[in-house]
């Protein structure tokens, strides 16, 4: 059965590119339709996507599994699944959001019934179960997200041990001297997020050696509770003079607790947070940040996914574990201590 690999390739052009042709998704000049087109009535293609599953097992799907958990942001999940999505449609596959709370099961019957060519998996813990059915899989898979053993697996994620490095660093090279950091809740730490400990580890031990105190608690997710929380913490800690933040509701709360306690960042307090770009301006958050990189991240994901799935010679080559460093965007919230 002739694929649109072979369209490609006898057109002299990208895969992508030969889909593009064919479905109209994207400009594409006139020479490069016109050897598209001759190429598929030489090779005799269909792109009709029920033939071409049957006869070749393609789909052009991607499965992505992800979970919205009570405990956590749901706008910053929305940030990671977005950089997927947008990264499969660029390379001409289509998403499959499977979002069921027995992931390992929905993960077993999607890849047992051949609905997808490869799989995303999101919300990854450190001994997370539908890894064992990912590595069983005859599809491959990428992780965003960290577990234990990554053996047999494409995983990316954010360096977070260096981030909680980062943040301390910034901070006592203003002069801070005593902070606050604020974590996921402690439920996502139950679950197995390494994430949250990653960075508060990373965060205490990088203290400990400057000399810096640090009071590393776990938060909300939701309001009132997120923002009766970070009045709670600047009352009981009145020394502390920077906030790290590495949950997102609590940055997106954090703007009216200062309003209301008639304080400014840097003025009166320093402010790190963790979250992405995008997610700073959805929520016209003025903190300085650790850019979290969902986008690229998903990115990254998906395009050594497809390189899996549409090379022989990428399925056999050896799994990598790859981070992304971490980037402190200045948005003008920390200084010296308040005198």
């Not at 047999?152 to 090279?173: N, P």
Request: with cysteine; glycine share 8%.
């Amino acid at each position: 059965m002739v694929t649109i690999g072979d369209v490609a390739r006898a057109a002299g052009v990208s895969r992508s590119t030969a889909s593009y042709a064919l479905s109209g998704k994207r400009s594409i000049s006139a020479e490069v339709r016109q050897r598209v087109d001759d190429a598929v009535r030489e090779l005799g293609y269909t792109a009709n996507a029920g033939a071409r599953a049957l006869a070749t097992s393609e789909t052009m799907v991607i499965g992505l599994l992800a979970q919205f958990h009570e405990d956590e942001f749901a706008p910053a999940m929305l940030q990671y699944m977005l950089g997927v999505s947008d990264t499969a449609r660029e390379l001409d596959y289509d998403i499959l959001l499977v979002t069921e709370s027995d992931g390992a099961r929905a993960l077993r019957r999607i890849t047992d019934s051949r609905m997808v060519d490869g799989v995303v998996l999101l919300n990854v813990a450190e001994d997370d179960k539908r890894l064992p059915v990912l590595r069983a899989a005859p599809q491959p898979g990428a992780l965003v997200g960290l577990p234990g053993d990554c053996s047999s697996l494409d995983v990316f994620d954010l360096d977070f041990e260096e981030a909680g490095r980062m943040m301390v660093d910034h901070m006592h090279r203003l002069g801070h001297r005593e902070l606050i950091l604020v974590s996921q809740p402690e439920h996502v730490v139950e679950r197995g997020g390494a994430y949250v400990w990653r960075l508060q580890d990373a965060a205490l031990e990088q203290a400990r050696i400057r000399g810096v105190r640090l009071h590393a608690v776990f938060g909300e997710s939701k309001q009132p509770a997120v923002g009766q929380l970070l009045n709670s913490l600047l009352d009981t800690h009145p020394g502390a003079t920077g906030l790290l933040l590495n949950n997102e509701a609590a940055a997106a709360a954090l703007p009216s607790v200062l309003h209301a306690r008639g304080l400014s960042a840097p003025a009166d307090l320093s402010v790190i947070g963790r979250y992405s770009d995008e997610f700073a301006r959805t929520f016209s958050l003025p903190f300085s940040s650790i850019e979290s990189a969902p986008d690229r991240l998903g990115r990254m994901a998906v395009r050594q996914l497809v390189r899996r799935i549409e090379s022989p010679e990428a399925r056999n080559q050896p799994h990598v574990v790859r981070f992304v460093s971490p980037e402190l965007v200045d948005r003008g919230s920390t200084a010296a201590p308040p005198t």
